[in-house]
């Protein structure tokens, strides 16, 4: 069962609730997330009972995805895990 309902993010800038209902309002808050994460550098998530921060990760730091094992551009950190945009979004529920 996929999580349904509203998503916070936030950064320094601001905050703001997205809704998540289907895999469109999905793309869009990705979407978001990555955008506002190359300007603020990070931004806070959360839905339901999930949250993580989304940071940016240096070109040439070569961090992995704790899922996938890809160099991460953007760390979406929770628990010690570090992973890719794809992996958080798939891990999504
Ligand atoms: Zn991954």
């Known amino acids: ?3 349904s309902g509203q998503v916070a993010v936030r950064s320094s800038t ?3 609730i997205m809704p998540l209902r289907s895999e469109y309002d ?3 808050l990705f979407e978001h997330i990555t955008d ?3 300007r603020d550098r990070w ?3 959360r839905a339901g009972r ?3 921060r ?3 990760i240096e070109p040439d730091s070569h961090v992995p995805c704790s899922t996938c094992g890809e160099a991460l551009t953007i760390a979406h950190a929770s628990a010690g ?3 890719c945009t794809r992996c958080r979004m798939r891990a999504l529920h």
């Open 14 to 16: 601001g905050g703001l």
């Open 81 to 83: 895990a570090q992973l």
């Open 43 to 45: 931004v806070d998530v």
């Open 26 to 28: 999905r793309q869009l």
């Open 50 to 52: 999930q949250h993580w």
């Open 36 to 38: 506002r994460v190359r």
């Open 54 to 56: 989304a940071t940016l």
């Open 1 to 3: 069962m996929k999580y």
